[in-house]
């Protein structure tokens, strides 16, 4: 019965969604209207160059603005900056600005400010930058106030990929210079470039911006006002948007298979675009340091005794592909050809066999990623997998505190992470495999303890590569030593959705997806 | 005693209460595990030990135990309740602006689980025996022995989803700029749901309350006088056994007073309403110490006052404790 | 209208019967008297013997499970049984008044006064707001009451027990009943507060012409009060009669019984006790308590014992007569040391015990001991009452066969079968266990024994067996006791001395003699005067039994 | 017995009875009646009740059997909910018959202390103390018993306290028993009836406080409990009811189990209550 109500409402959608097809298929954009989002988990602050959290990035990446955007083949786009050009020794990076820009205090924005972001904000604040600022940035100048250049001290190919929002958002000098940056009061007002303005915040509940009227792109944006509302239960979330309090749902704002039932409404569209930059691919962490995990032949075990495609399909509704190895499949230099790890139990018994290796003798403690309900699930999946080698598995509950403190400090057998690929391995992938980078104190480094001299050395040649080529090659050789070794049990590139009404036009259009300023956005009436 | 000294001495008594809960909790939540600059850090996108170290020393997280908490003490003395490590605000502003929000929800629920609950329970009581006292009986029952969260999600299934009748979520419509009485009818449509999941299983407790209470006074002698005197058994229950039946009603009420901000916990994560609560969970999730301590510290203290307008209440309405003392 | 010989009410072959499972069929069976107007018709009986059920028959009063199943209450010729509830509300009230044991409980604590009268004039539609308040003033004028215009507004628990007793009566007499039905009406009040209640229960009835039936189970009070009696055994009316008959010629030998053992003050030898050496000297005891306080009021302060000095030697019956709140439980307390002392001495073979500490003095325990008033409350309800008497002598060092074996000796020498020794205390009636309580004290072979109020929960023919065996006991075991009690007749009957305590002090302190037939204190005579059914000799009415006996 | 005569005759008390036997049977047996772990995936997932004749109750997201969660679940509820009121009552009992027996300073100081305790919201307290050391069945049922002890501690000392003045007591100081002597021996039996009602109800409120604690994710990870199933499945609540509706019932009905039993015990230890029931 119910079934038939849905195939006629789905026929009925079809219908109507046809015909207004043919009716407004060559529609311009309108202006004026409220666009309403999710801000899930409510951020704690917006200003972007201190948090880098999702939801921190998704509004405050209507407020601030970075050098530069990345399309969804990731090649680098104008933002603030209008162009740019670099030297053929790979040393010098020209940037000229956008013109008339204003901060929205009316203050004008020049390049003073970029470089007051680059070499004292961020250079402070923010650990990737200050990472990339230290080894690789010689100056920063800035010959006329449109103009900032960059020169290095070596060449570094994935220079042109750290000026995304979430990397490198420029902050109003005026406001921040000589100041306590995270007591700043300006940190709840934040001022940025962007198209929208804060205008008020009523925590737990939502967060209101409205247009910004002295835009520099004339006559945008097109929208008046958005809210991003604070829903904590996911169930809620499904049924905000179901019910049209909401228009869009961003990736992760509601379970998978909700997406899977919201997607078939009529009026709604969805993609799994706009996270080509970000690329997040899960991985399962196993603790180098000890046994069982020291040896190879265990890790490779754990591989093939994991069935991914289940993982995908059953526990993340689909959304996401089963991952080859370090790089995701829309990131630069991504290989194929690595050794595989299909789900074969018999194989992977026969590994453990080989390695000698009483799977009784080595409890091990299983951590999951706090983060909900699917990663609960694949936790007790794992579990259960790990459980049939002959592994005694005990599901260590934390909140995310303990989680980031125990990863933090090595306190774990077995964890799971996803990690932002930004693009370029050298951004976000190489950082998980490099013995210098086995720190303690941050849960996103080298964690596990994966040490091997000609990692090391490949990824530091193809991060000074001068020409695409080189670094193609060093990453394809260094792709295969890491996925024979399992330095990380990789399990899926995830895909997150957006889902929006239909009426909602030009919502994803870049690499950076819901984190692009929105000045391009509008409703149709 | 006069009222004016009772209340003073039951203030004293009660600012030692708050400090005893706030000492209380401090140390509990400094003995566990789990680093709040190493969450931040972590935050961040990444963080190395210097950037840790950096954030330890801007909280105050590398002083011993005893002097962080004299600090905070001396903060909250006067009225300073720290700083949110993550939210980036006074702890104060924080709860400030959410707390209305739970004050609103718990008492109504509050409301309307005693008003509720006597009238069902005076009813039962009255017609001890018949089907209406069996109905009501099992019901309560039934609502005591059911978990908060479920009842919860069953109601929004139901009344929003099934019937669409009440909004899901939220405190009111937002953006749609209600001012005045319309806003009020928005919030209270959107209070029904909270406040009757958060009530029903207090008003169970205080239906059940009601009722041996009131068969239990029904035993006293004076009921007996009452009835020696030709009083009518309507009048009866009126006038001598309500009063008498109701007074450790409101004593035990306004001592659960605090419980109802536990079970707003669940309610308010439930139907998205921006409470305290909530922010309580959060910051727990996210080890922001200084909010948690700030919302035990005013739960604390709400629990405190009303508890202490009961005790004045009760010494208004029986004339005993006043000389008892 | 009525025939004027008629009686006011009449019971008639009224039986009630009980729910099954309980140690007899009926509560009340076949008991049939009748009440005229203008006189009072003691009902009395000891408890358990149902004369409390036809008045709770009477108001339509009696606890759900108890239903007349046959008989009839006819009032002024109607059936109560019969009425329906609303007719029986308009007459309760109106017509029959209830004056209740207890006053505190009987009244709401919530409502003053004023309104708790004015409501049986308001539920019966008697006059207006007005009218009605003159004629509660008019009302506590008249049963006595000092200041009415201020003690109107005020709440019951601001009153003390005679004043309750009187708003009761008050209450009961706004609408000037035909009949009113006192249960007990005296039982809780002390004794002058007793003859001061009985006085006004007279004179109103004489006043007003009313018909009383007064429930009691004091012989004395009756004596004093009553026109016709009724006597009333395990649910069965055993006699009735004019008082003259029933109290000074009973027929009915539980009646003669009943009498035989009122206690009353009868010359026995003085036993020469005073050529031994103190076992106890009490020197200058104090206690004060104190409760409340706070920041600004003083703390209301209470000489509970004030400077009280005695000495008494073994063999010797030390009585400390007293009303409530006069101290003489305290005392009882202060001298075991349950209780901290504020000042003075108590000197137990010489050695002062007060200074010592609780574990110092454990050991000296033994040599004192208690038994307690409450003979249902004094007994652990979970232990045996071999446990109950072993507890002591195991507690002291004796070994367990040893203690048992005593144990088994003192049940025989209390009068218990040895059987009782595995048994629990519900299995026994109140005189029995304070039997049990008895042989607890001995178990530990005393030299001092304090009795504090151990006979008056008891009824009358069970506390004159009580008496006897601590008497008895007394002579056996050279055992000094002090006796504490409220009743100066039971003091009178078994004490050497009398010690006559009033607000904390020792006002009086003789021999019985003096006490009862010279009293020096201004207070000890308004005691005796207040002792109930003086001017009535039981001895006397049943001399034969007496004789019989011995 | 004639106690077990007059619980016997309240026929609420024993539907209770019957229900909780049957969950402790139940609880007892899971390892017999579904050898195979709950956390295994054995069917399809979202196998709806009945669909597939194996799995009468349906299956999960995982193609776990429900009825295996809620045949393991009771036992961690059940565990979960004796152990920590066994230890709430230790704790309640000690520092109450302390404070009721000595009174005086120590009374004030003790329960002063339990004051605080019952300042915090007891659901909220143990929320924290769970989350801080980390949700584990230990720590859970640490937690529950910390937040629930107050009302037991208040209880005996005001059964202490009024027994204290009891004759019994008296006479058992008279007779030179010891302080710790008299509290075990001649008050404790006699406080006990209270202490085993109210703790038979605490039994049902420690099973619904760890289920909500499941349900906010703060269980134990390594046993499967009603209040968990709840919150795994409270997003497919419209997808799959079957995954959310049956734990929800068997906690109701083990929780109104108890408390009948509850109920019934109380009437059966108070017989002269017994005229008040209807």
Not at chain 2, 42 to 71: C, N, S
Request: charged share 20%; with cysteine; glycine share 8%.
């Amino acid at each position: 019965m119910k079934r038939h109500v849905n195939l006629l409402a789905a026929a009925a959608g079809l219908l109507c969604a046809g015909l207004m097809g043919t009716a407004y298929a060559q529609e311009t954009p309108v202006k004026g209207g409220t666009l309403n989002m999710i801000a899930q988990p409510e951020p704690p602050m917006l200003m972007v160059g201190l948090n880098s959290q999702g939801p921190t990035l998704y509004v405050g990446g209507q407020i601030y603005q970075s050098l530069l955007t990345y399309g969804t083949d990731l090649k680098p786009l104008p933002s603030l900056a209008k162009s740019w050009t670099i030297s053929p020794d790979g040393l010098t990076y020209t940037f000229t600005l956008q013109d008339n820009v204003k901060w929205h205090d009316g203050k004008p924005f020049s390049a003073d400010d970029v470089i007051f972001t680059a070499d004292k904000f961020l250079r402070e604040s923010h650990p990737r930058w200050r990472l990339i600022a230290t080894t690789y940035v010689e100056s920063i100048t800035a010959p006329a106030p449109n103009q900032v250049v960059f020169k290095l001290k070596k060449p570094f190919s994935a220079f042109l990929h750290a000026f995304e929002l979430s990397s490198f958002p420029i902050i109003p000098k005026h406001i921040y210079d000589g100041t306590d940056y995270r007591t700043n009061p300006a940190n709840q007002t934040p001022i940025g470039t962007g198209p929208f303005k804060l205008k008020d915040w009523k925590r737990g509940s939502y967060i209101h911006l409205v247009r910004n009227e002295d835009y520099w792109k004339p006559g945008k944006p097109y929208l008046d006002e958005l809210y991003f509302r604070i829903i904590p239960d996911a169930a809620s979330r499904a049924v905000a948007f179901e019910k049209g309090t909401v228009d869009v749902l961003r990736g992760g704002d509601v379970e998978g298979f909700e997406v899977r039932r919201l997607v078939k409404q009529k009026d709604v569209e969805n993609t799994t675009s706009g996270w080509e930059a970000y690329a997040p691919l899960v991985f399962m962490q196993m603790n180098l340091r000890n046994q069982p995990f020291s040896d190879k032949r265990i890790r490779q075990a754990v591989m093939h005794a994991i069935d991914r495609e289940f993982i995908v399909k059953n526990i993340f509704f689909g959304l996401g592909k089963v991952a080859t190895g370090p790089i995701a499949s829309t990131t630069l230099y991504y290989s194929k050809d690595v050794p595989t790890y299909p789900f074969d139990m018999a194989r992977a018994k026969k590994l453990v066999t080989e390695s000698g290796i009483n799977p009784a003798d080595h409890p091990i403690r299983l951590m999951p990623l706090p983060y909900g309900a699917m990663w609960d699930r694949m936790s007790e999946y794992v579990k259960q997998q790990l459980e049939q080698l002959g592994f005694r598995v005990t599901i260590q509950g934390t909140d995310a505190g303990g989680w980031s403190q125990n990863t933090a400090d090595f306190n774990f057998d077995l964890t799971f992470n996803f990690t932002y690929q930004y693009g370029d391995p050298a951004l976000g992938v190489a950082r998980h495999y490099l013995s210098s980078n086995v720190i303690k104190g941050t849960p996103y480094g080298n964690n596990q303890n994966y040490v091997n001299p000609k990692v090391d050395e490949l990824f530091t040649a193809a991060a000074g590569a001068v020409s695409t080529e080189d670094a193609a090659r060093a990453y394809a050789e260094v792709q295969k030593i890491i996925v024979d070794d399992v330095a990380l049990g990789w399990l899926f590139e995830m895909h997150n959705v957006t889902v929006n009404r239909k009426k909602v036009k030009n919502l994803v259009t870049t690499g950076i997806g819901l984190n692009q300023y929105m000045d391009e956005v509008w409703i149709s009436k | 005693m006069k009222t004016l000294e009772f209340a003073v001495q039951r203030l004293s008594k009660a600012a030692l209460v708050v400090v005893g809960v706030v000492v209380l909790n401090f140390l509990l939540i400094h003995l566990a595990p789990g680093d709040p600059a190493s969450v931040l850090a972590g935050e961040a996108g990444a963080g190395d030990a210097k950037f840790i170290a950096q954030l330890r020393a801007q909280f105050g997280l590398d002083q011993p135990l005893y002097v962080q908490l004299w600090t905070y003490l001396k903060g909250v003395l006067t009225g300073d309740l720290g700083y949110s490590y993550r939210n980036q605000v006074p702890v104060a502003t924080l709860i400030l602006e959410r707390l209305p929000a739970t004050i609103l929800l718990t008492g109504c629920a509050f409301i309307f689980s005693l008003v509720l609950g006597i009238a069902l329970g005076v009813l039962a009581a009255y017609r001890r025996g018949s089907i209406i006292d069996s109905a009501v009986m099992t019901g309560a029952l039934i609502f005591y022995a059911t978990p908060l969260f479920w009842i919860a999600l069953m109601a929004v299934l139901v009344f929003s989803i099934n019937l669409d009748w009440l909004p899901p979520f939220d405190m009111e419509t937002i953006g749609a700029g209600l001012t005045g009485w319309a806003r009020a009818l928005d919030i209270a449509h959107h209070l029904i749901l909270p406040t009757v999941t958060l009530g029903l299983f207090f008003t169970a407790i205080y239906t059940r309350l009601t009722r041996a209470s009131i068969l239990e006074v029904m035993d006293l002698d004076f009921v007996k006088t009452a009835r020696a005197k030709g009083v009518p058994k309507a009048r009866i229950i009126r006038r001598h056994v309500l009063r008498n039946a109701i007074l450790p009603i409101f004593t035990f009420a306004s001592m659960q007073a605090g419980q109802l901000v536990g079970g707003a916990v669940l309610t308010e994560t439930v139907f998205a309403w921006p409470g305290i609560g909530r922010l309580m969970f959060d910051a727990l999730m996210q080890r922001d110490y200084p909010v948690l301590l700030g919302v035990f510290l005013v739960t604390a203290i709400v629990v405190v006052i009303v508890n202490l307008v009961a005790d004045l209440l009760y010494r208004v309405v029986d004339p005993r404790i006043e000389a008892a003392g | 209208m009525e025939m004027p010989r008629a009686p006011l009410l009449s019971v008639q072959n009224l039986t009630i019967p009980l729910p099954v499972g309980l140690d007899r069929r009926y509560a009340v069976e076949t008991i049939s008297y009748d009440l005229h107007a203008g006189e009072i018709l003691c009902v009395v009986g000891e408890s358990g013997s149902g004369k409390s059920m036809t008045a709770n028959a009477v108001m339509g009063l009696l606890p759900s499970y108890l239903k007349p199943s046959s008989g009839r209450i006819l009032f002024r010729g109607r059936d109560l049984l019969t009425m329906s509830e609303p007719e029986l509300e308009r007459e309760r009230g109106r017509s029959v008044a209830m004056v209740f044991q207890e006053p505190l409980s009987a009244l709401n604590p919530l409502m003053t006064v004023r309104d708790q009268i004015a409501e049986v004039m308001e539920v019966h539609g008697e006059g207006d707001a007005m009218t009605r308040d003159q004629r509660v003033l008019d009302l506590l004028n008249y049963v006595g009451l000092p200041d009415p215009q201020i003690l109107r507004d005020a709440y019951p628990f601001r009153l003390s027990g005679g004043q309750r007793q009187r708003v009761m009566i008050a209450m009961a007499l706004a609408l000037e009943p035909a009949m009113l039905i006192a249960d007990e009406p005296t039982t809780a009040l002390d004794v002058t507060t007793q003859a001061q209640i009985l006085e006004l229960i007279r004179r109103i009835q004489r006043a007003k012409g009313m018909g009383v039936m007064f429930v009691t189970h004091d012989f004395g009070v009756v004596a004093d009060i009553a026109d016709r009696v009724v006597v009333m055994e395990r649910g069965l009316v055993v006699e009735q009669g004019t008082a003259d008959e029933v109290l000074n010629r009973p027929k009915h030998p539980y009646t003669r019984r009943l009498i035989a053992a009122v206690p009353h003050r009868e010359a026995h030898a003085v036993r020469a006790a005073t050529g031994k050496e103190p076992l106890l000297e009490v020197k200058d005891l104090r206690k004060i308590y104190r409760s409340g306080g706070g920041f600004f009021s003083k703390p209301r302060v209470v000489n509970a014992v004030n400077n009280i000095s005695f000495t008494l030697r073994r063999g010797e019956t030390l009585g400390i007569v007293g009303e409530s709140g006069s101290g003489k439980s305290t005392l009882g307390r202060c001298i075991l040391k349950l209780t901290d002392v504020d000042g003075g001495q108590v000197l137990f073979r010489g050695r002062d015990v007060v200074p010592l500490s609780a574990g110092a003095f454990r050991p000296m325990r033994k040599h004192m001991q208690m038994i307690f008033q409450d003979p249902f409350a004094s007994l652990n309800p979970r232990q045996t009452i071999g446990r109950i008497l072993t507890d002591g002598p195991v507690a002291n060092g004796v070994p367990y066969n040893q203690a048992e074996a005593r144990a088994r000796e003192l049940l025989d020498l209390v009068g218990l079968d040895a059987s009782a020794f595995d048994r629990y205390p519900h299995e026994f009636s109140g005189g029995q266990r304070q039997r049990v309580g008895i042989a607890r004290a001995l178990a530990l072979e005393p030299e001092l024994l304090v009795a504090d109020e151990s006979v008056s929960a008891l009824d009358v023919s069970v506390q004159a067996q009580v008496l006897e065996l601590l008497q008895d006991l007394q002579r056996r075991l050279d055992l000094a006791i002090i006796f504490i009690t409220h009743d100066l007749r039971v003091a009178a009957q078994i004490c050497d001395r009398i010690a006559v305590m009033y607000r904390g002090e020792i006002v009086e302190n003789g021999p019985p003699e003096q006490i009862f037939d010279a009293p020096r204190h201004a207070y000890t005579q308004r005691l005796i005067a207040a002792i109930p059914g003086r001017e009535w000799n039981p001895r006397a009415a049943v001399i034969d039994l007496k004789e019989k006996q011995r | 017995m004639p106690f077990f005569l007059r619980f016997a005759r309240n026929y609420g008390a024993l539907l209770g009875l019957a229900i909780l036997v049957l969950v402790v049977m139940v609880a007892l047996l899971a390892p017999l009646l579904f050898p195979a772990s709950p956390w295994q995936s054995v069917g399809d997932p979202f196998l709806a009740p009945s669909e597939d004749p194996s799995y009468p109750l349906g299956t999960d997201m995982l193609g776990r059997d429900i009825a295996a969660g809620l045949a393991y679940g009771a036992r961690v509820s059940l565990l979960v909910g004796v152990v920590s009121t066994a230890v709430a009552v230790v704790i309640g009992v000690t520092l109450g018959a302390l404070a009721g027996f000595y009174g005086g300073r120590a009374d004030d100081l003790l329960m002063r202390f339990t004051e605080f305790f019952q300042t915090i919201p007891a659901f909220a307290m143990a929320v924290v103390l769970v989350a801080i050391f980390s949700p584990n069945i230990v720590s859970i049922t640490l937690a529950i018993a910390v937040v629930s002890w107050p009302p037991v501690a208040r209880l005996v000392r005001a059964e202490f306290l009024s027994l204290r003045s009891r004759e019994f007591v008296q006479a058992a100081i008279v007779v030179g028993q010891t302080g710790p002597r008299i509290m075990l021996t001649q008050i404790l039996p006699n406080a006990i009836s209270p202490i085993i009602v109210t703790a038979s109800l605490m039994v049902a409120t420690a099973i619904l406080t760890e289920s909500s604690l499941s349900f906010l994710g703060l269980g134990d990870r390594n046993m499967m409990s009603w209040g968990f199933m709840i919150g795994a499945a409270r997003t497919m609540l419209r997808e799959a009811w079957w995954m959310s509706v049956f734990p929800g019932v068997a906690i109701l009905l083990t929780v109104l189990a108890i408390n009948l039993i509850g109920e019934g015990l109380n009437d059966a230890m108070n017989p002269h209550l017994r005229g008040r029931k209807g």
